[in-house]
């Protein structure tokens, strides 16, 4: 019921800005979160960020803290992954995900269940 439409992804060079986009829609648009994932070449899938919904807190990766910022459009349902100074290392096809704010091990996380929805993603390419 819930559809997800990532955006925003291209080639570019180290350190130029890129803001990708999670466009929700469908007849249910109820849900708690959203988080982003990348999965670079030849690598398993790493969460990236998470935004809680309902709180706007957010969450992010240790490789991409102090950089990236996630952020919430009510009025256009849309969540935001802005990506400033961009890395060869941050490579990879960017997903967002439905999720559940989820509080464990003293953490902050997006907790993917099996009935989330996911979107079908982005390229980031950063290459010099």
Known sequence: ???LVESGGGLVQ??????LS??????????????WFRQAPGK???AV???????????YSDSVR?????????RENTVYLQMPSLLPDDTGIYYCA???WTYKRSMYYCDVR???VWGQGTQVTVSS
């Open 22 to 35: 999670c466009a929700a829609s469908g007849l249910a648009v109820d849900y708690d979160a959203i988080g």
């Open 66 to 74: 102090g950089r990236f910022a996630v952020v919430k459009d009510n």
């Open 98 to 100: 439905t999720a559940m």
């Open 44 to 46: 398993e899938r790493e």
């Open 14 to 19: 180290p350190g130029t800005t890129l803001r």
């Open 49 to 59: 960020a998470c935004i809680s919904l309902r709180y706007g807190s957010t969450t």
């Open 114 to 116: 099996t009935t989330d």
């Open 1 to 3: 019921q819930v559809q």
